[in-house]
């Protein structure tokens, strides 16, 4: 079973503070996706990285797939508030039809 | 365009009975996952349909649960008879490839909370 673990589980912080959360795996991933979701809602993709060392940037948030392609962080620069929600890393199972999830990490920005 | 839809959002039950969850795929999509998120054990995967047929129901937890696909926009997750470690938020997602193809799009959940 291909597994993804990811810390902190829960993060709160002020609003203006940088962040980096991880997600590790013991098992090369063909790629790895990051996807964002908001109290009562559904998951929503933010980034999919596919070649090892990649760097992805969407605006404040920072996306790196370790070399070796079993890790992946994400950064964000100067948080604000609506940065809150569940940052889940996914990647494909084995088989390739299916997405496995991280459990999370849990971010609240105060402001 | 109309994502996925799920209905209800909220639902209390009490222990044993039957509770039905619905989700409209988007149109043209014909990859349908049906997964499970709580606190302890994170989103898991419950079942995958590809163009209507179950191709993966492996992570279904038991024979209280089952899942059709009745046409290519439509699914429900059935689960009988209910029971209070079944609470938990349901989510299905749809891609329009074979699969799992880049992106999954959820809907926006059933909290399910049973007495």
């Known amino acids: 079973t291909q597994l993804l673990e990811q810390s902190p589980q829960f993060l709160s912080i002020q609003e203006g503070e940088n962040l980096t959360v991880y997600c590790n795996s013991s098992?090369?991933?063909?790629?790895l996706q990051w996807y964002r979701q908001e109290p009562g809602e559904g998951p929503v993709l933010l980034v999919t990285?596919?070649?090892?060392?990649e760097v992805k940037k969407l605006k404040r948030l920072t996306f790196q797939f370790g070399d070796a392609r079993k890790d992946s962080s994400l950064h964000i620069t100067a948080a604000q508030p609506g940065d809150t929600g569940l940052y889940l890393c996914?990647?494909?199972?084995?088989?390739?039809?299916?997405?496995?999830f991280g459990k999370g990490t849990m971010l609240l920005v105060s402001p | 365009d109309a994502g996925v839809i799920q209905s209800p959002r909220h639902e209390v039950t009490e222990m044993g009975q039957e509770v039905t969850l619905r989700c409209k795929l988007i149109?043209?999509?014909?990859?349908l996952f049906w997964y499970r998120q709580t606190m302890m054990r994170g989103l898991e995967l419950l079942i995958y349909?590809?163009?209507?047929?179950?191709?993966?129901d492996s992570g279904m937890p038991e024979d209280r649960f089952s899942a059709k696909m009745p046409n290519a926009s439509f699914s429900t997750l059935k689960i009988q008879p209910s029971e209070p470690r079944d609470s938990a938020v349901y989510f299905c997602?749809?891609?329009?490839?074979?699969?799992?193809?880049?992106?999954?799009?959820f809907g926006e959940g059933s909290r399910l909370t049973v007495l």
């Open positions: 349909f590809n163009n209507n047929v179950p191709i993966d």
């Open positions: 996914a990647g494909p199972h084995s088989g390739y039809s299916t997405l496995t």
């Open positions: 990285v596919v070649t090892g060392g």
């Open positions: 098992s090369v991933f063909s790629s």
């Open positions: 997602a749809s891609t329009p490839g074979q699969g799992y193809t880049g992106e999954l799009f």
């Open positions: 149109s043209g999509h014909n990859s």
